[in-house]
């Protein structure tokens, strides 16, 4: 047996049993060896039946007597009389025919179960059965409890476990000797026995210790050789000038924060280098960061150097645009917006332009890399909203460049600094954690859904003095099973009644790309009083004049999600409002109390790592960027231990040849932390 092998190659698993495994992610030996236990049940302690109490016991019994009956349809009874030196009790199993025929007299067995009151007697009810004689797997141990599924229950895979014990006992240690013995490891093949049976607390824990490592070393590993091997391309030297900057610096027209001026530092010593910068610009809503990457653009253009400035749609795409030749056009700059709606002779002139350097900053969606556009002298590339760029975009710039032009990916959703190193580890990354002055705070209530009225009230006010609002709903279509709010519904409902004077329009995610940039683009021109709307509404998307934002089943939401939907208000001079409304009037939840409590994103996302973790905090665990079994995510302090030692093993790369499987591992992970 090797571990590419079916996991129908072992005994009693057919077909059926195959299939069902696979549904949990279980096709080869190596995947169930890697299926770990979700929790454990104790049952390693044994208890003379004299001294049984009521609860969870196990037991070394021998059976005196067994009888079984149906006392009705479908119910079926077997019950045992238990003993042993000490002590008597009775045990009951319900629709278990086969039972009696497995508690042969005078045998010896360990019973694991609950001891409690049934039918005017305490019982020991349904207990687990295991010969003494045999290897324990369901009771006197710490029993391992795995997902299930439909038709395959957890107890079936133990059997499967012991059956690969022999086979786990050999496998070849992967980590350096070196780093097993510094780190006070155990050995993988220990780690690996003690997760599905471990003897003791103890040994869990040191398994868990192992198997954690293992995890979180392959990962900060690969993301480190990632790293390295995207500073062996050549890129372009794009020195900092004192007189550009001075220029750019009093056309800004306001003061730029000492956070922006760091950010903005560490990305000209970047450029200056000639290796490529791959850094990542992290601001809360609102903090600037698209003036930092106007200011190395504008550094970029004084070196005769193009840059490419992407965003995820065309509203974003057309904002930024604006924005930038508002700022830099008087100072030389020429901006040109590449998006699909710039089509035809107007779409082949900028084309043109662009090939022949006449266009120094072209803004527009991810298709200027993925089109046929090519640049003069493509040196700095801006992109806003995602976080990593892989090896195939890479490529793809590489293409329409002699040289790796410099990567600056930018967010505002604040990434957990555990998160930051596993996810985004090949990236170095500026902070932005200062808000220009000035900026009014946004009020934000908790409303019971039994107190819209005075909402309603509120918001027509707002309409009345001019401003505009958001109405967010979790869902695009209605729903009986999950009670929540959708935009359809509420876009209907309120059309008819409370604002059937007012102009309401409707955005969620099944419109067409063209619906929705229609729709953002009459609510930035005033055309529409209210936006009813899912989440959607993009981030960035400035509408100045827009300042309340109601946010109906708002528990449906994480803070971090709630933080970003807040951000959408507040972008103006008016005093602007966040109206939180849970689907229920029950005490608001944890986080929507913390999202009242704190304005500060970095903090939030913190607290939305710890009450959701990361698989629905970021999606990563259906995108496989994330595959942490046993390691805490929020365990930053781990986190950064381990990456010290990646960074200095990344150091001598090449002795990764002398560890094929750790080599293998890496590869795997290097794959699933890029973009492809």
Not at 116 to 122: I, M, N, T, V
Not at 233 to 253: F, N, R
Not at 585 to 605: H, M, N, T, W
């Amino acid at each position: 047996m090797v571990l590419s092998d079916a996991v129908s190659v072992l005994k009693g698993v057919g077909p059926a049993l195959a299939e069902k495994l696979g549904y949990l992610g279980v096709h080869t030996v190596r995947d169930l060896i890697y299926f770990f236990p979700r929790r454990y049940d104790d049952f390693s302690h044994l208890t003379q039946l004299k001294d049984v109490q009521p609860g969870p016991i196990t037991v070394k019994v021998r059976v005196e007597s067994v009888t079984a009956r149906h006392v009705r349809r479908g119910l079926h009874i077997t019950e045992a009389i238990i003993a042993d030196d000490t002590s008597k009790l009775r045990a009951t199993w319900f629709n278990q025919p086969y039972r009696p025929e497995s508690l042969k007299n005078g045998k010896e067995f360990y019973m694991s179960g609950t001891f409690d009151f049934q039918r005017d007697r305490f019982v020991l009810q349904n207990p687990a059965v295991e010969q003494v004689k045999e290897f324990a797997k369901n009771t006197a141990r710490i029993v391992p409890i795995y997902r299930q599924t439909e038709g395959f229950k957890s107890h079936q895979v133990r059997p499967m476990i012991e059956q690969l014990l022999p086979l786990i006992k050999k496998l070849r240690e992967p980590l350096p000797p070196e780093i097993v013995r510094e780190q006070e490891l155990v050995p993988l093949s220990e780690a690996l026995a003690q997760i599905h049976f471990p003897d003791s607390s103890e040994s869990l824990e040191r398994a868990k210790k192992r198997l954690a490592f293992d995890e979180v070393f392959e990962l900060l590993l690969a993301a480190q050789l990632n790293k390295l091997e995207h500073q062996t391309h050549d890129s372009w030297q794009i020195a900092y000038k004192q007189e550009a900057a001075d220029v750019l610096t009093q056309a800004l027209p306001f003061a730029l924060t000492n956070a922006q001026r760091r950010a903005t530092w560490e990305i000209l010593q970047d450029m200056q280098g000639g290796r490529p910068m791959n850094r990542l610009l992290q601001g809360d809503v609102g903090s600037g960061k698209t003036a930092v990457a106007a200011f190395a653009g504008f550094m970029a253009h004084a070196n005769g150097m193009q840059t490419a400035f992407m965003a995820p749609t065309e509203v974003l795409a057309t904002q930024h645009a604006e924005g930038l030749a508002k700022l830099l056009e008087p100072l030389g700059v020429r901006v040109g917006l590449l998006v699909g709606s710039v089509k035809s002779k107007p779409r082949e002139a900028l084309l043109k332009h662009i090939k022949e350097g006449q266009v120094d900053m072209v803004v527009g969606t991810h298709a200027l890399i993925q089109s046929p556009i090519e640049f003069a002298k493509l040196g700095f590339v801006v992109i806003d909203e995602q976080h990593r760029f892989g090896v195939n975009q890479r490529a793809a710039l590489l293409a329409k460049s002699s040289r790796m032009p410099h990567l600056l990916a930018m967010t505002a959703t604040p990434i957990p600094r555990s998160l930051g190193l596993t996810l985004y580890g090949e990236l170095d990354v500026s902070i932005l954690d200062e808000r220009p002055p000035g900026r009014t705070p946004i009020i934000t209530e908790i409303h019971s859904p039994h107190s819209r009225e005075p909402l309603y009230k509120a918001i027509d006010a707002q309409i009345t003095a001019g401003r505009q609002v958001y109405i967010i709903c979790p869902l695009v279509s209605d729903s009986d099973t999950l009670g929540f709010k959708s935009v359809e519904v509420e876009h209907a409902h309120l059309a008819k009644t409370v604002f059937k004077h007012r102009r309401i329009g409707l955005l969620h995610g099944k419109l067409t790309s063209a619906q929705k940039d229609q729709v953002m683009k009459e609510f930035q021109a005033g055309a529409i009083d209210i936006l009813v709307a899912t989440t959607v509404v993009e981030v960035g998307v400035d509408v100045p004049n827009a300042t309340i934002i109601l946010i109906e089943g708002a528990e449906r939401f994480g803070l971090a999600q709630l933080h970003q939907l807040r951000g959408r208000v507040g972008r103006g001079m008016h005093q602007s409002y966040c109206y939180i409304v849970p689907s229920t009037a029950q005490k608001p939840s944890r986080r929507l109390q913390e999202i009242v409590k704190s304005d500060d994103g970095f903090y939030l996302a913190e607290v939305d790592l710890q009450i959701r973790g990361p698989g629905e905090l970021y999606g990563t665990r259906q995108h496989g960027e994330l595959n942490l079994r046993v390691a805490n995510i929020t365990d930053t302090k781990l986190i950064s231990h381990i990456q010290k030692i990646a960074e200095q093993f990344a150091g001598r790369a090449a002795d990764l040849l002398q560890y094929p499987e750790l080599q293998q591992r890496v590869d795997n992970a290097r794959r699933r932390t890029t973009f492809n």
